[in-house]
């Protein structure tokens, strides 16, 4: 009899440990946080990117498919795309955003030497807005599509040939463009590289911008450099030519991390109704660079000071705020 009592109460016990365990179990669950906002964005922002990434690397392959072979499929894609989110403060204006992309697709099958672009991105011009010869702010946002054929002459010596489509001067255009580098070793560390890029539109006529470009390295690592390049450029319609020189200290900190300093002057070889100066002004700026967060996301912080010819020359302060997200082959 008391054996069968204690066979009752033993299983009784067993069963009350059970159920503590399973309500312990449950609690711990319970108790469990939430994943966080910040988890959540980040989930969704890597599954937006890694998507579009992949539609960007079949669009490649398809577009690659038609202009080469079926044997070369093996070979690396290098394509690539970029939007950028930019803020920017000109000298002497108000502070205006623009949203740019860029996308080059190199295929493969047709022996690297191909490029599809798509663009309404523009060269970085110095001065600010108060440039002749240079794209007006006008066509800041103008969409630029071309195909693009390289050809490596040498190791220094490379050639691009373009022919495209484009919206500027707020008219639809065809173009072409001719493209001529050449790269130098000089004694001492220093490189030189010189280019001249000659454009002809169907509407707006020819366009052409040489520079010269000389740099070395200040230190052992190589990661620091000096910089001075020089742009000389005309176009249809415009007397004389615009003259931009950029000297700068530029510094790669880490593989996440890049540090400019720069001092960029303009000039105009002759003057018209809308400039009176030959010389346009200065601007001097720090550029921040910083990888954060994803290894396809980055910021940059510009802040510049400018003394242009449209305030006699006063001092006025300016800058530039980036976000950029990359895709495909970065």
């Given at each position: 009899m008391l054996f069968c009592v204690l066979i009752i109460v033993c299983q009784a016990t067993l069963a009350a440990d059970s159920a503590e365990s399973k309500d312990e179990k449950a609690q711990e669950k319970n108790d469990k946080p939430a994943p966080?906002?910040?988890?959540?964005?980040?989930?969704?922002?890597?599954?937006?990117?890694?998507?579009?990434?992949?539609?960007?690397?079949?669009?490649?392959?398809?577009i690659d498919d038609f202009f080469g072979d079926a044997e070369s499929e093996s070979q690396a894609n290098r394509s690539w795309g970029r939007l950028r989110v930019d803020g920017i403060k000109p000298a002497d204006e108000d502070w205006e955003a623009k949203t740019r992309l860029k996308v080059r697709v190199v295929l493969p099958?047709?022996?690297q030497r191909?490029?599809?672009?798509?663009?309404?991105?523009?060269?970085?011009?110095?001065?600010?807005?108060?440039?002749?010869?240079?794209?007006?702010?006008?066509?800041?946002?103008?969409?630029?599509?071309?195909?693009?054929?390289?050809?490596?002459?040498?190791?220094?010596?490379?050639?691009?040939f373009d022919v495209g489509a484009r919206m500027r001067d707020r008219k639809g255009q065809v173009f072409g463009r001719i493209s001529a580098s050449n790269t130098t070793r000089l004694g001492w560390g220093w490189e030189q590289q010189i280019s001249n890029n000659f454009y002809l539109y169907s509407a707006s006529g020819y366009q052409n911008r040489f520079k010269f470009d000389v740099r070395r390295p200040l230190n052992e690592a190589a990661n620091v450099f000096f910089r001075t390049s020089t742009t000389l450029e005309g176009r249809k319609g415009i007397g004389g030519a615009s003259v931009n020189e950029t000297l700068g200290v530029y510094a790669d900190i880490?593989?996440?991390?890049?540090?400019?300093?720069?001092?960029?002057?303009?000039?105009?070889?002759?003057?018209?109704?809308?400039?009176?100066?030959?010389?346009?002004?200065?601007?001097?700026?720090?550029?921040?660079?910083?990888?954060?967060?994803?290894?396809?996301?980055?910021?940059?912080?510009?802040p510049s000071?400018?003394?242009?010819?449209?305030?006699?020359?006063?001092?006025?302060?300016?800058?530039?705020?980036?976000?950029?997200?990359l895709f495909g082959q970065y």
């Amino acid at each position: 009899m008391l054996f069968c009592v204690l066979i009752i109460v033993c299983q009784a016990t067993l069963a009350a440990d059970s159920a503590e365990s399973k309500d312990e179990k449950a609690q711990e669950k319970n108790d469990k946080p939430a994943p966080s906002v910040l988890v959540n964005m980040s989930t969704l922002a890597d599954s937006a990117q890694r998507a579009t990434t992949n539609r960007f690397n079949r669009f490649v392959l398809s577009i690659d498919d038609f202009f080469g072979d079926a044997e070369s499929e093996s070979q690396a894609n290098r394509s690539w795309g970029r939007l950028r989110v930019d803020g920017i403060k000109p000298a002497d204006e108000d502070w205006e955003a623009k949203t740019r992309l860029k996308v080059r697709v190199v295929l493969p099958q047709a022996q690297q030497r191909l490029r599809l672009l798509l663009s309404n991105e523009e060269a970085d011009v110095n001065g600010g807005r108060n440039q002749r010869g240079i794209e007006s702010s006008d066509d800041d946002q103008d969409i630029a599509l071309a195909l693009r054929f390289v050809r490596s002459l040498s190791d220094r010596l490379k050639l691009n040939f373009d022919v495209g489509a484009r919206m500027r001067d707020r008219k639809g255009q065809v173009f072409g463009r001719i493209s001529a580098s050449n790269t130098t070793r000089l004694g001492w560390g220093w490189e030189q590289q010189i280019s001249n890029n000659f454009y002809l539109y169907s509407a707006s006529g020819y366009q052409n911008r040489f520079k010269f470009d000389v740099r070395r390295p200040l230190n052992e690592a190589a990661n620091v450099f000096f910089r001075t390049s020089t742009t000389l450029e005309g176009r249809k319609g415009i007397g004389g030519a615009s003259v931009n020189e950029t000297l700068g200290v530029y510094a790669d900190i880490n593989s996440r991390t890049a540090l400019a300093f720069e001092g960029l002057f303009s000039f105009v070889t002759s003057k018209d109704n809308e400039l009176n100066e030959h010389y346009l002004g200065s601007e001097y700026r720090i550029r921040f660079r910083k990888n954060v967060w994803r290894p396809w996301f980055y910021y940059e912080i510009w802040p510049s000071v400018s003394f242009p010819a449209s305030t006699d020359y006063k001092r006025e302060y300016g800058g530039l705020l980036r976000v950029e997200m990359l895709f495909g082959q970065y």
